[in-house]
């Protein structure tokens, strides 16, 4: 396409590119400002602040690092196994999503009149979840740092989907009856997926 194009497309969609810019320089200023994962950096855990802190404990010679959970947060207790903060509380979040996610697609399964499959967590980078036609659920562990209302938009979507597998005004209506906050947990999902990605960053 001709440059002159291109300068009046954005000069067009302005207002948009603005938006978008500056939504991405304010959850980089929010990075910036984090304390170090281990330093006392607060991450939002099923809705509550948990605070990581971490500790060298290779001089007591414990063969693996662990997390030990205490009031408010965790402690990291780094062992001679290697592992860093990151490395030792990523599995301990992929349980608490687990735990969570199990109970929110329990909890929203018989509203829906779904039976789903087997549900996974991962680490999707692509999409926060995804739906099987076979009915297997697949979902990001690092929806355990968002608001319980986001997760359980997420949850209902992709219970939704088992019902409907395209995304029609009925669908959009099905889900928006069992999860009304939808439109605003898009949008916290938009305004903060760098934060969650770079979350033991």
């Known amino acids: 396409m001709p440059v002159f194009e291109a300068e009046r497309l954005a000069t067009e969609h302005a207002g948009w590119i603005d938006r978008h810019v500056a939504r991405i320089a304010a959850a980089r200023e929010r990075l910036a400002e984090r304390p170090a994962l281990g330093e006392g950096r607060v991450l939002l855990v099923g809705g509550a602040p948990c605070r990581v802190s971490a500790v060298d404990a290779r001089a007591e010679r414990p063969a693996?690092?662990?997390?030990?959970?205490?009031?408010?947060?965790?402690?990291?207790?780094?062992?001679?196994?290697?592992r860093?903060?990151?490395?030792?509380?990523?599995?301990?979040?992929?349980g608490r999503a687990r735990e969570m996610l199990g109970e929110r697609v329990s909890a929203h399964a018989s509203g829906l009149c779904v039976r789903p499959?087997?549900?996974?967590?991962?680490?999707?980078?692509s999409r926060w979840a995804s739906a099987s036609a076979s009915g297997s659920l697949s979902f990001s562990w690092r929806l355990v740092l968002a608001p319980p209302f986001v997760l359980d938009s997420v949850v209902v979507h992709e219970l939704a989907h088992l019902r409907i597998r395209n995304h029609s005004k009925r669908f959009w209506n099905l889900v928006e009856r069992h999860a009304p906050r939808t439109p605003e947990a898009r949008r916290w999902l938009r305004e903060h997926a760098t934060e969650l990605r770079a979350a033991l960053d």
Not at 64 to 82: A, N, Q, S, T
Not at 117 to 125: F, K, L, T
């Open 84 to 94: 860093d903060t990151a490395a030792l509380l990523e599995p301990w979040l992929r």
């Open 64 to 82: 693996r690092g662990r997390v030990e959970e205490v009031p408010g947060g965790v402690i990291v207790r780094l062992g001679l196994d290697g």
């Open 117 to 125: 499959g087997r549900i996974s967590v991962r680490d999707q980078r």
